[in-house]
C-alpha cells in the first residue's frame, strides 16, 4: 500500500557445472568436446554465472521508475557460502529498517527490504560490490525518468485473474549484449579478461512462459509477458480478495510442479 513500483532481485551464483545439459552443451558449443576437461579450474570457473534475476552485465531488463516515486526494492540471497553480496545502489539513498544508505549487505537464503524515493533523474548502477561478484556480471542498470505520476485508475476488487503458465525448455543467454558490457561500465583490461565467458554463457534451461488469454498460445500471440527469474518462476498479479485461476501445462521433458505460499488454495 502506497508503493507506485516494485522490484524484486535475486542475487546468486548459477554453477553451471552441476546442469544437467553439462555435457550437451560442451557437444553443442564447443569446437572439439573431446578436448575439454571439465575438471580444469578455469572451465569450472567459467560456468559459474553471477547474475541477478539470471541476467549478467547490464542486461536485466524493466529497472524503470520516475521521479518522487515510492519504490520498494525486494532483495533475495540465494546459493552457497560464496553469496555475500554486498548490494550498492548508485545515484539515490535507500530507506532500510530506518536508517538512510546506499547499500546493504545481502546473505545466502535472507531477504530484506529497501525503500527508495528517488530524487535525482538519469541512469544509474545497480551493482554487487562483491569484487569477483561484480566482475563476474553481477551489475545493472536502473533508469529515473522526469514524468508525471499519474492516478490509478480504481480497480474492481474480487475479480477472477486467470493465467496460463507453461514449463518450457530453452537454450538460456546469460548476456544477449555483450559487446555493451566494456563500454557500460568502463571495465579495465583484467575485467575484460572475465567478458569472454559470456561468449560460451549459452545454455539449455527450463522456463516458465505466462500468457493471459483463453487458452495456450504458439509463438508470441497471446503473450503479455515472458519472464526469465530462474527460481524465482513468473510474477503473477492480483489484488487483495481476487480468485486466481492457473492453468499449467508441462512442455518440458521431466516433470514440474507449481505450488502457492502465503495464500489460501
Known amino acids: 500500500k502506497g508503493i507506485d513500483r516494485e522490484f524484486y532481485l535475486l542475487f546468486s551464483i548459477f554453477d553451471e557445472n552441476d546442469s544437467w545439459y553439462l555435457n550437451k552443451n560442451i557437444e553443442a558449443f564447443t569446437g572439439d568436446p573431446s578436448k575439454v576437461d571439465e575438471n580444469d579450474a578455469d572451465f569450472m570457473e567459467s560456468n559459474k554465472m553471477h547474475a541477478v534475476n539470471g541476467y549478467l552485465y ?3 531488463p524493466g529497472l524503470t521508475m520516475c521521479k518522487n516515486d515510492k519504490v520498494s526494492w525486494h532483495l ?3 546459493g552457497s557460502h560464496y553469496d555475500m553480496h554486498g548490494v550498492h545502489f548508485q545515484g ?10 546506499d547499500g546493504l549487505a545481502l546473505f545466502p537464503h535472507l531477504s530484506g527490504t529497501a525503500l527508495m524515493q528517488p530524487d535525482r533523474v538519469g541512469t544509474f548502477k545497480v551493482v ?3 569484487f569477483d561478484h ?7 542498470l536502473y ?14 476488487h474480487g475479480a477472477v485473474r486467470l493465467y496460463y503458465i507453461a514449463a518450457e525448455e530453452l537454450e538460456w543467454d546469460y548476456a544477449s549484449n555483450k559487446s555493451s558490457a566494456p563500454k557500460i561500465y568502463n571495465i579495465s583490461s583484467y575485467e575484460e579478461s572475465w567478458i569472454c565467458i559470456c561468449n560460451w554463457a549459452r545454455h539449455n534451461f527450463t522456463h516458465h512462459k505466462i500468457t493471459i488469454s483463453s487458452c495456450f498460445s504458439t509463438g508470441n500471440a497471446g503473450l503479455i509477458t515472458s519472464i526469465f527469474c530462474l527460481d524465482l518462476g513468473p510474477l503473477l498479479h492480483a489484488e487483495v480478495g481476487d480468485s486466481v485461476l492457473i492453468v499449467f501445462k508441462n512442455k ?7 505450488s502457492a505460499h502465503g495464500i489460501e488454495e
Open 143 to 156: 533508469e529515473v525518468s522526469s514524468c508525471r505520476n499519474t492516478t490509478r485508475a480504481q480497480q474492481q
Open 92 to 101: 539515490n539513498t535507500i530507506d532500510l529498517r530506518g536508517t538512510t544508505r
Open 134 to 140: 561484480f566482475v563476474g556480471g553481477m551489475k545493472h
Open 128 to 130: 554487487c560490490r562483491t
Open 76 to 78: 533475495i540471497g540465494l
Open 58 to 60: 547490464g542486461n536485466l
Open 252 to 258: 518440458a521433458s521431466r516433470p514440474y510442479s507449481i
